[in-house]
């Protein structure tokens, strides 16, 4: 059977039914819990001058991109492109990573692994106390893209692997770099390696608190670790809780309210709780001949420039009843289907994103996703049209399915509130991620112990 996290109707709508067996076959053994072709256009790469967001080089232990002219980046279990990147530390599964670059040369690029704490910040251990093999390879050459009128190189590798293996559990940073300058950063990308010792009971349910019955969500903890010697369990136990892989709303910091033998109960911890938001919006950009739902048009580029997808206006939803739409929550999936989904094939577009409003707000707006690693980044930031009373974005997209919604950020602000445009309601579906760490003092890093997902609808 497919995972409860991704089940098969979740993605029977996105693909057609031979390839959806094909993915369901691969899927079902998942953790439960891209001689070089010149594209067809003459297009340049994007050469836009960087905003600030690109400027801050330093070494971020968090999703980032460095570098202006890379896009869609993918990291994700092999098998799934929904999958999120969790691995077992057993050996089974592995992870991809993939990125396209829109300058017309490829690089000399190296990637790494740095072992981090529960909180993210790099651990104590040395690089061959947690990695065998390589400590740093390679990046495979780069390929070019075909019969795409943006032209691109795209990039993958797969950790781990034969040449470097993981010894360690816990939080990990996937770093690459240009040569053999580790400060010369191109993208980072977090992910995780379980051991799944601890047994986690975890419930998404109706809150407490009578206000927020019909807007949040709550999620009741109760871990158990017969097997597992723990001496302090309100200091060296610490719980990690996600919502739709948003690390930029991490949940920390949790105190367990009773302890008993082996047992670590939690009863509705304050942290877990979470506005349920709603439903995120959908563009289907999967064959650019015709319009799909939401689309209002789409047109050639100037010359031998990109399409062009002009979105319908957008509903502000703040005030409208919970509308049960089916989405990927928030994630993306590259697709082009007249190429059978090779990520070469995929061609890039500009969007034109339109969101009407009676005046402007006091916050800034931005199109907030996957895509733009669940950021509120400079370059999906919308600018307010006072002659069209309206907010509007465009910005440079890969053809796929791609989740989406509009976000808000106050100034001063670091996490972004998605009810603001978008309302919240306590039957929106939503995926979660428990994450159990251990600190283990003789051997000096934090092991991750325990890895649940769960989803406010089934479980």
């Known amino acids: 059977m497919p995972s409860p996290l991704f089940p098969a109707f979740r993605i029977s709508w996105i693909f057609g039914s031979a390839e959806r067996q094909r993915i369901i076959a691969v899927f079902s053994f998942l953790l439960p819990v891209v001689v070089p072709t010149v594209g067809c256009g003459s297009t340049s790469p994007v050469t836009n001058e960087p905003p600030v967001y690109w400027q801050a080089e330093v070494l971020r232990f968090a999703d980032h991109v460095y570098s202006p002219t890379i896009r869609t980046v993918q990291l994700y279990k092999k098998g799934f492109e929904l999958a999120a990147p969790v691995i077992d530390l057993s050996g089974e599964g592995s992870l991809i990573l993939r990125w396209d670059d829109l300058q017309p040369n490829t690089e000399n690029l190296t990637y790494t692994v740095v072992h981090c704490t529960a909180d993210w910040q790099p651990s104590d251990l040395m690089t061959g106390q947690y990695l065998t093999g390589a400590l740093n390879d390679y990046v495979p050459a780069g390929r070019q893209s075909y019969n795409t009128l943006q032209p691109f190189i795209h990039y993958e590798i797969e950790v781990p692997n034969d040449q470097m293996r993981i010894e360690r559990s816990g939080n990990y940073l996937l770093k690459i770099y240009r040569g053999s300058d580790e400060e010369d950063l191109v993208i980072t990308r977090r992910f995780m390696v379980t051991e799944q010792r601890a047994q986690i009971d975890a419930r998404v349910l109706a809150t407490r608190n009578v206000d927020l019955r019909d807007a949040a969500q709550q999620v009741d903890l109760t871990i158990r670790h017969p097997g597992i010697y723990i001496p302090d369990p309100f200091g060296d136990v610490h719980v990690t809780m996600l919502q739709n892989m948003r690390w930029d709303d991490a949940r920390i910091a949790f105190t367990p309210r009773y302890v008993r033998d082996n047992e670590l109960v939690y009863d509705f911890p304050e942290k877990g709780l979470f506005m349920g938001a709603n ?181």
């Not at 577009?349 to 733009?372: I, K, W």
């Not at 600018?383 to 009373?389: D, M, Q, S």
């Not at 796929?400 to 996490?415: H, K, R």
């Not at 051997?443 to 479980?459: A, E, I, K, P």
Request: glycine share 8%; net charge negative.
């Open 279 to 459: 439903e995120y919006r959908n563009l289907d950009l999967k064959n650019l001949r015709f319009a799909t739902q939401n689309v209002d048009r789409i047109s050639p580029g100037v010359g031998a420039g990109v399409y062009e997808v002009f979105l319908a206006p957008a509903i502000k939803r703040n005030i409208r009843v919970y509308d049960n739409q089916r989405d990927i929550n928030g994630k993306f999936i590259v697709r082009n289907d007249l190429v059978d989904g090779d990520p070469l094939g995929a061609d890039y577009a500009e969007v034109h994103f339109t969101l009407p409003m009676s005046e402007a707000l006091s916050e800034d707006v931005y199109v907030y996703g996957g895509f733009s690693d669940f950021q509120c980044q400079k370059t999906n930031r919308m600018t307010w049209v006072p002659e069209k009373r309206s907010y509007e974005l465009t910005t440079l997209l890969k053809q796929g399915f791609i989740d989406f919604t509009y976000a808000t950020l106050a100034s001063g602000a670091t996490v972004p509130d998605l009810t603001t445009i978008e309302g919240s309601h306590y039957q929106t579906e939503n995926d979660y991620l428990v994450l159990v760490y251990l600190t283990d003092h003789q051997q000096r890093y934090d092991r991750l112990v325990g890895v649940r997902f769960l989803n406010s609808v089934r479980g």
